[in-house]
T-cell receptor, first 115, second 110 residues
Framework: DVKVTQSSRYLVKRTGEKVFLECVQD?????MFWYRQDPGLGLRLIYF???????EKGDIPEGYSVSREKKERFSLILESASTNQTSMYLC??????????????FGPGTRLTVL | GQNIDQPTEMTATEGAIVQINCTYQ??????LFWYQQHAGEAPTFLSY????GLEEKGRFSSFLSRSKGYSYLLLKELQMKDSASYLC???????????FGKGNQVVVIP
C-alpha cells in the first residue's frame, strides 16, 4: 500500500511566522504535489515536482516555496504566514505516466490556522 | 485557464442510483479522474477514463465523451457510506498535472 504521510494533522501559527509542512511518501514515486483545499474553491495546485531538486509552479504559488532534496520528501514553506493562508493542505504523490494511468495518492492533510 | 464544472450538492436515497456530472474546458486533455473524499479525509482514487465510453468498476461506473467535454460518475445501489464529496479532475496535456473541479457533495439518506 502506498503511504503518504504529513508531519502534522493540525497546526496553529501566528501571522509572520515561517511555517514548514513536510510530506513523505514510501513508494519511490517520482512525482509529488502540494494542494490547498478551501470550501467552495476545491483543490488548487500550489507547487509540484517531478524529480529531486526540481520544482514547478502550480496555479497559486504566491506566498509559498518548496524544497525537494530527497525523492521521498517534499516540503512546503510559508515564508511569512498570513491569515489568508489558513486552509487544509494536502500532499500527493504518483508515478510518471507510463502506459496506464498515474493516480495520485494523497496524504491525510494538514489543517493550518494562521492567527 | 481551466474550467471544470460540477454541481455543488445532491441528495439521494439509500439503494438508489445517482449520476454526478462533470463538464470541462481545459487547455489540452490527457485523461480524467474521479476521486472520492469523505469529510475530514484525503481524496481516494475511484476511476480513470482517457478514451470515450464507459468504465465499470463494481457499483461505480464512469463515462467520458471527449468531443463534448463531459464525464459522469454513476453510483449504483447507494449505501450510507457513499455520502462524500466526489471530485472530477482533468489531467492536462503537456505536464500531466491535474486540474480539479470543486467537488460534488452527495448526501445519502435512509
Amino acid at each position: 500500500d502506498v503511504k503518504v504521510t504529513q508531519s502534522s494533522r493540525y497546526l496553529v501559527k501566528r501571522t509572520g511566522e515561517k511555517v514548514f509542512l513536510e510530506c513523505v511518501q514510501d513508494m519511490d514515486h517520482e512525482n509529488m504535489f502540494w494542494y490547498r483545499q478551501d470550501p467552495g474553491l476545491g483543490l488548487r495546485l500550489i507547487y509540484f515536482s517531478y524529480d529531486v531538486k526540481m520544482k514547478e509552479k502550480g496555479d497559486i504559488p504566491e506566498g509559498y516555496s518548496v524544497s525537494r532534496e530527497k525523492k521521498e520528501r517534499f516540503s512546503l514553506i510559508l515564508e511569512s504566514a498570513s491569515t489568508n493562508q489558513t486552509s487544509m493542505y494536502l500532499c500527493a504523490s504518483s508515478t510518471p505516466l507510463n502506459g496506464s494511468y498515474d493516480e495520485q495518492f494523497f496524504g491525510p492533510g494538514t489543517r493550518l490556522t494562521v492567527l | 485557464g481551466q474550467n471544470i464544472d460540477q454541481p455543488t450538492e445532491m441528495t439521494a436515497t439509500e439503494g438508489a442510483i445517482v449520476q454526478i456530472n462533470c463538464t470541462y474546458q481545459t487547455s489540452g486533455f490527457n485523461g480524467l479522474f474521479w476521486y472520492q473524499q469523505h469529510a475530514g479525509e484525503a481524496p481516494t482514487f475511484l476511476s480513470y477514463n482517457v478514451l470515450d465510453g464507459l468504465e465499470e468498476k463494481g457499483r461505480f461506473s464512469s463515462f467520458l465523451s471527449r468531443s463534448k467535454g463531459y464525464s459522469y460518475l454513476l453510483l449504483k445501489e447507494l449505501q450510507m457510506k457513499d455520502s462524500a464529496s466526489y471530485l472530477c479532475a482533468v489531467r492536462l496535456y503537456g505536464n500531466n498535472r491535474l486540474a480539479f473541479g470543486k467537488g460534488n457533495q452527495v448526501v445519502v439518506i435512509p
